[in-house]
């Protein structure tokens, strides 16, 4: 991730969305509107494009050119909303090739790559009253324990052998457990909190705090401390199917929080504060995250995101991949609270994540690592701004005509 979504996005200020990572969907056509306009817009447009570290940038996208281009040429990887090319693998094969041509760590030559093999896009309008909106996640690190006892009795549970996901008879996908030979919904999170689950050896850490496992399935991912002070990563593995409500929006409807004090720090304020109410209020939102333990790779990347590549603080986005196919470079301006200041954002992110509330083209979650910083960068981020997408082109921009043939159509 959703995990970050993991991983992700708090997630959302607002609403408090989640952001655990899902899968990529790469079978039949999901259900979006037809594909609507994008407008081609110069590089010299984006907001300082010549101030950012591209070359930072540069290394972001070759780790998702590994990925990437070891699928098959016509596996999908969104963007079925628009029109601009990018939405299959064969799409990036060129640029990647290139990209591995470029010095690493010179700024001017990774600039060159994305101006001579992109082109700028900007998103299709969205939906949302007030425009775009950015949001932060990050990857908590919590206390917890291989076995139960004394203060850890919150199990941390693997992903069941009878949860399902498949699709339908009409071709929608649908999540949950076989019953009578047909899908019924899976249990929901009251249910798996009344014990659904026990006794069936699905556990795989026990956490001291329940608020702890609430946070951490709305983040999708995160680190867990043992005791003896190893630390333990875990990812998302999986959604039990049932519908996401942002608790911060129940809390407001139910006048416990005013709406301009909802943040990840006054919902759990008011969870620790009213312990007897906790659970019950958790148990609002249905949707439940399983996990899995991320073993091996360096401790000091992030948590795998839906392309299964690191994901990078500051340098990571999840998006909504009906509108932006997963590794794209997006060019994000926008404006984040860093040691409380405000401070302008206009740097080149990748979407390498999804998010269960991360849906349109005006919505985005910005992942900002790990860590007590990381973890209030995240709560404090929830900003306007822009987003610009960068389409790969299958030839260079400068090379000659009778050099090269067909590209994209795209005004220029």
Known sequence: ????????PLCAVIALCGCHMEFPDTGAAQQHSPHQAVRHVPFHAL??????AQEKALSVFLADCHKITSLPADSSLGGEATSHPGRVVGDWQAACQAARDVPMGNRAAAREFFEQWFRPYTLPAGTRAGGMLFTGYYEPEIRGSLRRGGMYQTPVYRRPPDLVRERDAQGNIVTGRRQDGRIVPYWTRAEID?????????EMLW???????FFLQIQGSGRVRLPDDKVIRVGFDGLNGQPYVPLGRVMVAQGLLAADNVNMASIRG??????????EMMEQNPNY?????????DTQAGAPGALGVPLVPGRSLAVDRAYIP????????AQVQVDGHPTTWDRLDFAQDLGTDIKGPDRADLYMGWGPEAAQAAGNLHSGGQMVVLVPRNRPKHVKPAQVTSDPPAAE
């Open 1 to 8: 991730m959703k995990v970050l979504k993991p991983i992700a």
């Open 47 to 52: 907001p300082s494009w010549k101030d950012d």
């Open 194 to 202: 009344q014990g659904r689950l026990a006794h069936q050896k699905l």
């Open 207 to 213: 956490l001291a705090d329940p608020v702890d496992l």
């Open 270 to 279: 008011w969870l620790e504060a009213n312990p007897d109410r906790a659970r």
């Open 289 to 297: 995250v399983f996990f899995r333990e991320l073993k091996g790779g």
């Open 326 to 333: 997963l590794g794209s470079p997006v060019w994000v301006h």
